[in-house]
C-alpha cells in the first residue's frame, strides 16, 4: 500500500508536466519562423530535453518503486523518445525550417501518442494499487 497523498501528488505532477510539454513543443513550433535568433530555438529544444529527461526519470523511478509490470516497455518507449530528442537537438543548427517544422510535430505526435496511451496504462495501474 502506498501513501495516497504521495500518490495523487505524484500523479497530478505528472498530467501537469505533460500539458507544459504540449505547451513548450508549440512554443517551439511558434518560433520556427519567427525572428528570433537559432540559438534561442536551439536554448528551447535543450530545455525541453532537460525537462523530458527529469520527468521521464521521475516516472522511470515510480514505475521501479510500485514494481510495474510494463516497465520494460515503458522504458523502451522512453529511450527511443530521448534519442529522437536528442538528435533533432544535435542537428538544429543544420537543419531547415521546414524539415525543423516535419520533424517537430513527428516529435509532439509521438510524445502525445506515449502520454495518452503509455503513460495513461501506468497512471491507471499506480491508482488502484
Ligand atoms: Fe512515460
Known amino acids: ?3 495516497t497523498k504521495n500518490r495523487e ?3 497530478d505532477l505528472i498530467h501537469q508536466e505533460h500539458a507544459e ?3 513548450i513543443f508549440d512554443a517551439l513550433h511558434a518560433s520556427i519562423f519567427s525572428k528570433e535568433k537559432q540559438t534561442a530555438k536551439y536554448h528551447i529544444l535543450s530545455f525541453i530535453e532537460d525537462v523530458v529527461m527529469n520527468h521521464m526519470k521521475r516516472e522511470e523511478n515510480i514505475m521501479q518503486k510500485i514494481d510495474f509490470p510494463e516497465y520494460n516497455h515503458h522504458l ?3 529511450k527511443a523518445l530521448r ?3 536528442h538528435s533533432l537537438r544535435l542537428s538544429w543548427d543544420e537543419t531547415e525550417n521546414e524539415s ?3 520533424i517537430l510535430s513527428n516529435l509532439r505526435g509521438c510524445f502525445i501518442a506515449h502520454t495518452r496511451c503509455t ?3 501506468f ?3 499506480y491508482s488502484q494499487i
Open 83 to 85: 534519442n529522437h530528442l
Open 119 to 121: 503513460d495513461l496504462k
Open 21 to 23: 510539454f504540449i505547451q
Open 100 to 102: 525543423q517544422l516535419e
Open 123 to 125: 497512471i491507471e495501474y
Open 1 to 3: 500500500m502506498y501513501d
Open 76 to 78: 523502451a518507449e522512453h
Open 9 to 11: 501528488n505524484d500523479i
